[in-house]
């Protein structure tokens, strides 16, 4: 097949490899320019998944990782902290992880596209790869967005593990993930764009010094809200379909399972794509991704009761203790609902 894939980021270039790989032709388009390409991103996930998914793809993950974490501290409002063992969450070099996996494709830089510019007949398959933009398919009117930005840092003395401050109302967080050498990614998700906590990491932390200065809004709406995942020829993967735990704003690994979700397909019958199979299979594997979503929106509107949404929390709980060597931090119901709570 003659595959085209739009955005070279997590899925694209993950699938630009594995689609190699199994014979297929393969172009990659990337709106970025060629020497300004950085992923937006706080390259913090779960080095169990990572791991299996760079084995596949042929990279050996113990290459790319900077942080390994033991613990994540968490401070909420009303003065409440709780810190969670961390069993797996790393920070990763997630430019030079996607480099890599485009060696030896073919990818044309800078130039953003759009249904009006790509060249859609040419191709048997187009890959809408372009996370939060979803350049090539339809908006969702459910759609639904957390606007978001972050600095690199260097210098930083004091702190090496990863911290967060949850805002009240689950309304976003700030985050610190350290990498290595006194390098960071300080940011903040805010639904209110106030973004607490960031000048004061700067008070606190007068040596660090910024590097870069990147952002954009993460999706938490989750697929069952971001249908269509295709038009004619062209199929969406990643967060472009609603691939992100919307809890956390977390979307590697979740682009990474949607991929291999779209390759099983690709792999029953090559000349015929079952779009049907697809959808089926991307709502099933993320269903609770709405049960999750509905809390964070529940909470976020002030009507989240741990009594009356007992059901759909525990329901949130059993599957992310099913999939806890995914999110690589431990899942404890207790701490959950310690959490939750003063939120
Ligand atoms: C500030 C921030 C911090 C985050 N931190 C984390 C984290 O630590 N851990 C985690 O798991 N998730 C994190 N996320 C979410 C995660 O980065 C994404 O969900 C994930 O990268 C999505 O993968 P993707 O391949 O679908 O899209 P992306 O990785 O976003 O890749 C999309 C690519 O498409 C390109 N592109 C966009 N539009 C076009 C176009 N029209 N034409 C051509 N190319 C285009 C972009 O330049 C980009 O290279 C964060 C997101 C943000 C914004």
């Not at 991103?41 to 299996?52: E, F, R, T």
């Not at 004619?232 to 682009?255: A, D, R, W």
């Amino acid at each position: 097949m003659n595959i085209a894939v739009v955005g070279a980021g997590v899925a694209g270039s993950y699938l630009s490899r594995m689609l190699q790989d199994r014979g297929h032709k393969v172009k990659v388009f990337e709106s970025s320019p060629i020497d300004r390409h950085w992923p937006v991103c706080a390259w913090g996930a779960s080095k169990n998944m990572l791991a299996i998914f760079s084995k596949r793809a042929g990279l050996d993950f113990e290459d790319y990782i900077l942080h390994k974490g033991k613990i994540l501290k968490m401070y909420l409002p009303k003065n409440n902290t709780e810190s969670l063992d961390l069993r797996g969450l790393v920070t990763y070099d997630k430019k030079k992880w996607e480099h890599d996996l485009l060696a030896g494709t073919e990818v044309s830089y800078g130039r953003r596209y759009t249904l009006d510019n790509f060249p859609v007949t040419e191709f048997d398959y187009v890959l809408d790869c372009t996370g939060y933009h979803r350049s090539l398919l339809p908006k969702s009117k459910h759609d639904f967005v957390i606007p978001a930005y972050e600095y690199l840092v260097e210098n930083v003395k004091e702190i090496n593990e990863f911290y967060v401050i949850g805002y009240k109302g689950a309304r976003g967080y700030f985050w610190y993930f350290p990498l290595d050498n006194g390098r960071g990614y300080v940011g903040a998700g805010d639904i209110d764009r106030n973004y607490f906590g960031i000048n004061e990491f700067f008070q606190n932390n007068p040596s660090a010094r910024v590097i870069r200065k990147i952002g954009r809004p993460i999706r938490l709406a989750p697929p069952l809200h971001m249908k269509p995942f295709f038009q004619g020829n062209i199929i969406g993967v990643g967060e472009s379909i609603g691939c992100v735990f919307p809890m956390l704003g977390e979307g590697i690994i979740p682009s990474l399972i949607c991929s291999d979700l779209f390759l099983e397909v690709l792999e029953k019958d090559t000349n015929k794509f079952d779009y049907d199979s697809y959808t089926k299979k991307i709502l099933k594997k993320f269903e609770y991704y709405h049960d999750v979503y509905r809390i964070v929106r529940l909470k976020m509107s002030g009507s989240l009761s741990t009594i009356k949404h007992l059901k759909l929390l525990m329901k949130m709980y059993t599957n992310m203790k099913r999939e806890e060597q995914r999110f690589g931090f431990e899942i404890s119901f207790e701490k959950m609902t310690r959490l939750i709570r003063p939120l």
